[in-house]
């Protein structure tokens, strides 16, 4: 029902019965174009990404785009008038829990029948496509202690090659020396690259040492530390991870033995190397951080024992996530990868949509496509409680585009969730999952996260995804500790500008280059991979291993 992009066409009616069309292109006032079998002509500059009226629009009526209810008229919008928000305000259309019967087709998957991902059994039927070891604090009070270990680890074990930006200081340092001040300073050409390789790693079956830092663990609320406690225990658990070293002060809110018994509680058979050290309990900071150094090294030497074999894909679980979106996201990256959310469903897999300020205004569609009442019944009451949340410390749903968004075209939340939510694809959804809950059942799954890039893909990890499909318009330098995350461009200009970030380019649907259809097929080969070690992501190779706790009702 969606339309594609064909031969760089200047527009877009994503929808036939949307109210705005897309600017493929800069329109400058007075441009014919044909939508809708129609002549519009354009009432003024309609940059690219932006939205103009293909109607007349009454003040106070509701607007549509992607099919959906996007806003409501705060004035009267002529026909080829730019949609800003300066005339278009926040609006979704009414939910009803009522049943619907859904069926749904999946798309062709007879090419990937046979494929298959090596992957590590671990306990409990899950399947990891990495081998990492998790050091993580309690509390904040330990995170100094966590840099002291990473100091001592990373370079000697081989996981960390010399700082690159090192001989650019030296450079400055020199520049110096040799009388150069102020102004001066400015000429010298920075080099940014190592000459030295650094080590090869002593433990070539373990991938990675992750160090993670929070500011959490006390002095919040008690319900943070528990989010906080629940988080640490699921990364734990989490198939890529190996097993971990736990650093704990001693007399915080979060504490190790709540830890353990979360685990023990809800990871029965988890027969993972956990390591539990309490300064407080410590003679001396030295004889802590040896202990820790050496337990550390022990779990290292353990993991290095893992074996890969073949799992089949239906193994593997996707986090979808998008972030810095513009105008391009909802009718390029975003799509595409719901197509790669649908073959892996097909294929028996799984994925996760994540960002539920980013779903208001399209909750009819999910419940809708809802296995089970109490599927429905669960989104709609998180998402309510959300939004009350929210309300409650001044900020509704309505508050979520940035003004990076808005400066690219997403006017509302309800036109930038509209976009957001194709990266779910169409198929059914099986379960929702509150943040930390982990996943159970294959599918489609919903999670309840912030929009907060980081937040988010933080819940994703913890969930279970194995790997994270991550779409930007504007550029987001984001990944994380346990979940190699791919980058998506929205748009072509993006790829050339911050290729070193970017895995895909899905721009080449808006140049008019390829469809839908063809970049989702691309990019589950891509997906399959990474699951393979055979395609390393740039946020990996850049070590951006975000960790950020979401504290509930406080972030969008």
Known sequence: MYADI??????????????????????PMGESLSVKGRPIRMKELIPVKHKFATREIALGEQVKMYGLVVGRATQHIAVGELITQANLQHATQEVSLDEHHFHWQGPDVSKWADSHFMGIPRAGGKVGIANYWLVIPMVFCENRNIQVLRKALMQELGYEKPDQYVSGVRSLMKAYEEGKRGSELGEVEIETGSSSRGKSRFFPHVDGIRFLTHDGGCGGTREDAQVLIKLLAAYVAHPNVAGATVLSLGCQHAQMHMLEEIIQ??????????????????????????EAIQQTFIGLSLANEAVKQPFPLSELVIGLECGGSDGFSGISANPAVGKVSDLLVALGGSSILSEFPE???????????STAKRVSEKFLQLMRSY??????????????PSPGNIKDGLITDAMKSAGAARKGGTSPVVDVLDYTEILQNKGLNLLCTPGNDVESTTGLAAAGAHIILFTT???????????????????????SRMGDIIDYNAGQIIDGEKGLDEVGREMLD???????????????????????PWKRGVSL
Do not use: C, M, W
């Open 359 to 369: 779903l208001s205004g399209v909750e009819q569609d999910i419940i809708n496509r």
């Open 473 to 495: 318009g504007l550029g987001t330098p984001t990944g994380n500790p346990v979940a190699p995350t791919l980058k998506i461009a929205t748009n072509t200009a993006l790829t």
């Open 526 to 548: 891509l997906v399959i991979a990474v699951a393979n070690g055979q395609y390393v992501p740039h946020a990996v190779r850049l070590g951006q291993h975000d960790f950020i």
């Open 6 to 27: 064909h031969n760089q066409q200047p527009s877009l009616l994503i929808h036939p019965q949307d109210d705005v069309a897309v600017a493929l292109q800069d329109l």
């Open 265 to 290: 509680d809800l990871h029965p058979d988890l027969d993972k190397p956990i390591y539990y050290l309490e300064q407080q309990k410590s003679i001396n900071e030295p004889a802590f951080i040896g």
């Open 387 to 400: 939004e009350r949340a929210a309300k409650a410390v001044g900020s509704g749903f309505e508050a979520n």
